[in-house]
C-alpha cells in the first residue's frame, strides 16, 4: 500500500526583525514575537552588540526598548554603541549597579553581585519592565543571575519565572549568557523558546574568524549550519550559509567564446554558460592571461564579468593585461568589470561567497573568475572544508547560468608537478597548460583534457602571449613527455615563432 505524506504548513507568527539581515536570513524572517530566546557565547564573540542591533531596530519601528544590565555600566554600553557610530537614544538602559546603589546612606549597597539577594534583583527587572512597557527587552547577563542564585534548581525556578513575566507581559527578548557554567548550558536551553550561539576562533595567522549557529528555534523553519559573521563598525554581518538548490534558474545551453578562434576549437566550441572551467598549470604558464582574454571577450560582449583576485594586486593586472594588448581599465572605470583584491587571510569563506553572490544577483555578472585557488583555500580550515563549499558556490552559480573560471597554480615549474588541492572533479572542464622544450627554446603548450559538456579535441597545441594578445598554434604531434611536466617537442609542425627566426 503506497504511503501519501500530508504536508501541513506553519502557521504564520508575528516576527521581530533582529536588525541583521542575514541573520533575519537565517530565521527566515526574524524572531517570533513574545517570546524569550537565548544568545550564548565566549566574551567578545559579539552578544551585546547583537543585543543592541535588536533594540535599535525597535527603535526605528517605533517600538520601546529596554536593556538590562547587570554586568556593564550604561557608560560603558554607551561607548560600545558610540565605537559603531550608534546612539542609544529613545534606549532606556537598566542598570543594577548605580551610583545610588553605592550610596552609603542606604542600609544595603550594590557592591557586588555576589552581594545580592537574587529575589531583589529580580523585583527590580520586573519593576523597570512594568513601568516601561517594554516591547523589546535585552537582558544581560545570565551569568550574574546564575552566580546570585548558587544553586541551579533556585536558578532554573527564577530563569522560569522571569520567562512566564515577560511572556505575560508581551516582550521579545534576548537573554545573554557568556557560558561561564557549562552544566547549566541545557537546562536553558530546554527554557528558551530559542538559541543562538555565537562562536570566536583563532587561527594560527590573521584575525579571529566568527561564525554563528542556530541551535534551536521552536516553531519555525531556519537555515541550520554555521554561518560566517564579522564584527566591525557599524556592527554585525551575518552570511548565511550558501545552498545552491535556492537558486536554481531555467538553463541556458549557450557556448560562449574566449575570444580566440582556436582556443575555442580546441575546447569545442568554447565556454559553456552554467559551467566551470579549471585553468591548470605551474607558475607563469599563461593561466591568467588566458583567463583576462576570456574576460574580455565576455566584457566585448556586453556582459559584466566579476574578477576576484587572491595573488596579486589590481594594478599588477591592469598593467599586464595593457602589454599584452587587452587593456581592461575601461571596463573597471565604467563599472561592466568588477575587479576585487582580496587578502585570504581577512576573508571568510561565507564572506567570499556573499560576494559572489552580491556580484551575481545584484550587478548581474556573467562571467565569474577566482584567481587563485590556491591562496583561496587558506582563507578555509582545511581542505575538507574547501571542497564543501567550492562545490556548494559552483553548483551556485550553475544554477545562475554563470560561466566560472577557476585558476589553480602547480607546484614547480618541470618535473612532477602537483597542486595543494585535487579540484579535478569539481570542475566540468580542464584546461592544462605546459612548459615544453622545441629547437633549443622553452615553450608553453595548451590542452583540453577534459569536458562535461562538449566533445572536445584530444590534441595539444603551442599558445603564447604576445603583443596582440593571446596566439594558439596548429596542433602539434610528436610529443613525449607533456603529462610529466617535462614536455620535449620533436615534430616537424611550424612552431608560432618559426616564420620570425627563420626556423622550419
Not at 104 to 109: A, F, K, N, R
Request: charge should be negative; aromatic fraction near 6%.
Amino acid at each position: 500500500m503506497r504511503r501519501t505524506t500530508i504536508t501541513v504548513p506553519l502557521p504564520t507568527q508575528e516576527r521581530a526583525s533582529t536588525g541583521i539581515p542575514g541573520l533575519d536570513d537565517v530565521l527566515g524572517g526574524g524572531l517570533p514575537t513574545n517570546h524569550v530566546y537565548l544568545v550564548e557565547g565566549d566574551p567578545g564573540s559579539g552578544k551585546t552588540t547583537l543585543g543592541l542591533h535588536f533594540l535599535r531596530e525597535g527603535v526605528r519601528k517605533g517600538e520601546r526598548g529596554l536593556y538590562v544590565t547587570l554586568s556593564e555600566t550604561a557608560t560603558e554600553l554607551r561607548t560600545v554603541a558610540a565605537s559603531h557610530g550608534w546612539t542609544l537614544d529613545h534606549i532606556e538602559l537598566f542598570e543594577l549597579v548605580s551610583e545610588e546603589g553605592l550610596s552609603p546612606e542606604l542600609e544595603q549597597s550594590i557592591l557586588h553581585p555576589s552581594q545580592i539577594e537574587l529575589g531583589e534583583t529580580v523585583r527590580g527587572v520586573i519593576a523597570a519592565v512594568e513601568r516601561l512597557q517594554p516591547q523589546r527587552v535585552v537582558f544581560d547577563s545570565l551569568s550574574e543571575m546564575r552566580l546570585l542564585a548558587q544553586d541551579p534548581l533556585r536558578y532554573r525556578r527564577q530563569v522560569l519565572a522571569l520567562k512566564k513575566f515577560f511572556s505575560d507581559q508581551g516582550c521579545t527578548v534576548l537573554l545573554l549568557d557568556d557560558r561561564s557554567s557549562r552544566d547549566t548550558d541545557q537546562q536553558l536551553h530546554s527554557i528558551a523558546h530559542g538559541v543562538v550561539n555565537l562562536e570566536q576562533s583563532v587561527d594560527q595567522y590573521g584575525p579571529e574568524r566568527r561564525r554563528l549557529r542556530v541551535l534551536k528555534m521552536r516553531g519555525i523553519k531556519f537555515r541550520g549550519g554555521d554561518h560566517d559573521f564579522i564584527l566591525d563598525t557599524g556592527g554585525l554581518s551575518v552570511f548565511p550559509r550558501l545552498v545552491a538548490s535556492e537558486h536554481r534558474m531555467p538553463a541556458d545551453h549557450q557556448v560562449v567564446s574566449t575570444g580566440v578562434a582556436k582556443l575555442d576549437a580546441l575546447m569545442g566550441s568554447g565556454l559553456p554558460r552554467g559551467s566551470s572551467m579549471l585553468f591548470n598549470g605551474p607558475s607563469g604558464v599563461g593561466k591568467t592571461t588566458t583567463a583576462i582574454a576570456s574576460t574580455i571577450a565576455a566584457l566585448r560582449r556586453g556582459e559584466s564579468a566579476a574578477y576576484y583576485l587572491f595573488d596579486e594586486g589590481l594594478s599588477t593586472l591592469v598593467t599586464r593585461a595593457r602589454a599584452l594588448g587587452m587593456d581592461v581599465e575601461p571596463y573597471i572605470t565604467s563599472g561592466q568589470l568588477k575587479v576585487t583584491a582580496l587578502d585570504p587571510a581577512e576573508v571568510s569563506p561565507g564572506e567570499f561567497a556573499h560576494m559572489v553572490r552580491h556580484a551575481v544577483e545584484d550587478d548581474g555578472a556573467q562571467l565569474v573568475v577566482i584567481d587563485s585557488l590556491n591562496a583561496y583555500m587558506q582563507a578555509m580550515p582545511g581542505s575538507k572544508y574547501l571542497m564543501l563549499q567550492m562545490h556548494e558556490l559552483l553548483t551556485y552559480l550553475s544554477h545562475r547560468n554563470v560561466v566560472t573560471i577557476l585558476i589553480l597554480g602547480q607546484h614547480g615549474l618541470t618535473g612532477e608537478l602537483h597542486s595543494d588541492v585535487d579540484m579535478s572533479y569539481l570542475a566540468d572542464g580542464i584546461l592544462l597548460f605546459r612548459y615544453f622544450e622545441a629547437r633549443g627554446r622553452l615553450l608553453k603548450a595548451v590542452s583540453m583534457v577534459k569536458s562535461r559538456t562538449t566533445r572536445h579535441e584530444q590534441t595539444i597545441r603551442e599558445f603564447r602571449m604576445g603583443d596582440s594578445g593571446l596566439e594558439v598554434g596548429q596542433e602539434l604531434t610528436d610529443f613525449e613527455g607533456v603529462l610529466t611536466g617535462v614536455a620535449a617537442y620533436h615534430g616537424q609542425v611550424p612552431l608560432l615563432g618559426d616564420a620570425r627566426s627563420g626556423s622550419k
